[in-house]
């Protein structure tokens, strides 16, 4: 009679431990389905893509066939969107942090696209910099790197 009472014990151990696990199952597919679907989208670059103006110059040409770049006809005229090289404009140094773009900044040594935007949206949250040293207060930017970027900027 002992040996049937273990049995009967242990059989219900394991169907509860079985109905947990479902249970544990449904509250986590639950929440995954529940989350709001996340869709990033990369350039050809394999860069992040942006509706930032400073990332794109759009061009309104005459001749249809004057763009070799993506193009959009509409009526006559085609509008021509290619993205902003480091070549197709020549960058000065210093440059100053409250007008340069996020482009300018990537020309920098150890500033990528995600360095160049939170420089910008601390500008932005900021009002403007009123001193070189307020990049320091960017996550990101530690000594060294403020030490390798701080001649090239200005305010």
């Known amino acids: 009679m002992v040996d049937t009472e273990k049995e009967n014990k242990k059989a219900s151990t394991f169907i509860l431990m079985g109905i947990s696990l479902v249970i544990l199952g449904l509250v986590i597919g639950f929440i995954t389905l529940s ?66 773009t996020a482009v300018e900044l990537m020309t920098i040594d150890m500033i990528g696209q995600t360095r160049a935007n939170a420089i910008i949206a601390y500008r932005d949250y900021l009002g403007g910099y009123t001193s070189v040293e307020q990049l320091r207060n960017i996550s990101g930017i530690g000594e060294s790197v403020y030490a390798a970027i701080e001649p090239y900027v200005t305010v």
Do not use: F, M, R
């Not at 006559?76 to 440059?95: E, F, M, Q």
């Open 35 to 100: 989350q709001p679907k996340i869709s990033v989208e990369t350039d050809e670059t394999g860069y992040l893509s942006t509706t930032d103006d400073s990332y794109t110059d759009e061009t309104v040409v005459e001749d249809e066939n004057a763009a070799n770049s993506n193009h959009t006809q509409s009526s006559d005229k085609t509008v021509t969107t290619t993205a902003k090289t480091t070549t197709s404009k020549a960058v000065s140094y210093p440059l100053n942090l409250n007008t340069c």
